[in-house]
């Protein structure tokens, strides 16, 4: 498996920033080369077997359909309360969604991303999820707005760890807030999906890496896109390996199966017999961010039907 594939944690990186952001102009050491990085993402689905796990491939799809069918009775009875309303129309849900920014710095101050690159985050967000990347990408209908960034000093936040203390620690708003902890840890993203947000409210949100936005240094994925893949989980998107060549793969209809994660920006890449090569552009799989252009208009439809049933 990928997991082989997997590099180091890359808080030695983090520690050579440090020298470089605390030195006096003129007397910086050149900084470290960050260690390369793949992309990896958990999310954490109680429904699948608990908390993160890196084993994404090995999700128990019978379980995964479970939640399918949970979501769907719970999008009709929203519909039904909301008297005439299908929840078909529930697939046009759009909305402007408060994103909260958790800076977890360490004690020497590693970590701190500027406003700016958290506005540049914010924009790419807004971009990638209207569907400014592409001809063919569709517009969620979903547009981000930043409603408060917060700055903390803690090794063991910057870390990631007591993650779960932490977030219901500095978690702000409500179903419908985007909640992003900027850190530093092994991964490039967790995510929380929207059907755990009831049980566990005080979790919900993002964990990214600090030097995956705009500006960050982790080659290949340094454009902000990490976060809108792992906001894409929090609106309720699977992988688009998901399931692999199998005919519901990740219940959208419109990606094409395939059999594994992509690396890098294999243009034509095919690993599944059904029709369509895999959609190595999709934010959904696991390619660079510079071959990133699209959700379909599937997962459009599934974000907002998932909206409506967990957070609107
Ligand atoms: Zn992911």
Redesign the pocket.
């Known amino acids: 498996m990928r997991l082989s594939t997997w590099r180091a944690p890359l808080a030695l990186g983090g520690t050579a920033l440090v020298a470089s952001t605390l030195s006096v102009a003129g007397l910086a050491a050149p900084a470290a080369a960050r260690p390369v990085l793949d992309r990896q993402?958990?999310?954490t689905d109680t429904h699948v077997g608990g908390s993160a796990r890196g084993g994404?491939g090995e999700r128990d799809h019978r379980a995964v359909s479970a939640q399918e069918q949970r979501t769907i009775r719970r999008q009709t009875a929203r519909a039904l309360r909301l008297k005439g309303v299908s929840p078909k129309v529930a697939a046009g849900a759009t909305a402007t969604v408060p994103v909260y920014v958790h800076v977890m710095r360490d004690a020497n101050g590693t970590g701190d991303v500027t406003d700016k690159q958290i506005t540049q985050q914010i924009a790419v967000l807004n971009k990638t999820f209207a569907g400014g990347e592409s001809s063919t990408a569709a517009d969620t209908g979903f547009s981000f707005s930043l409603a408060g960034t917060f700055r903390y000093n803690n090794n063991q936040w910057h870390q990631d760890k007591s993650s779960t203390t932490y977030r219901k620690a500095t978690r702000k708003g409500g179903a419908d807030a985007l909640n992003i902890w900027l850190v530093d840890f092994k991964y490039l993203?967790i995510?929380t999906f929207p059907w755990d947000y009831q049980k566990s409210p005080g979790i919900d949100g993002i964990r990214v890496h600090y030097a995956s936005l705009p500006g960050g240094d982790i080659a290949n994925y340094d454009q902000g896109e990490t976060a809108t893949?792992?906001a894409?989980?929090w609106f309720g998107l699977y992988?688009t390996f998901q399931g692999g060549c199998t005919d519901t793969n990740d219940e959208v209809a419109d990606t094409p199966a395939q059999a594994g994660p992509t690396s890098g920006c294999p243009e034509g890449q095919d690993t599944c017999p059904a029709p369509g090569s895999d959609p190595i552009h999709n934010y959904?799989d696991?390619s660079y961010d510079s071959c990133y252009t699209e959700f379909s208009a599937g997962q459009s439809a599934r974000a907002g039907q998932m909206w409506t049933a967990y957070r609107g």
Request: charged letters at 10%; one cysteine or more.
């Open positions: 993402c958990v999310t994404f993203g995510a893949h792992e894409g989980h992988h959904m696991y």
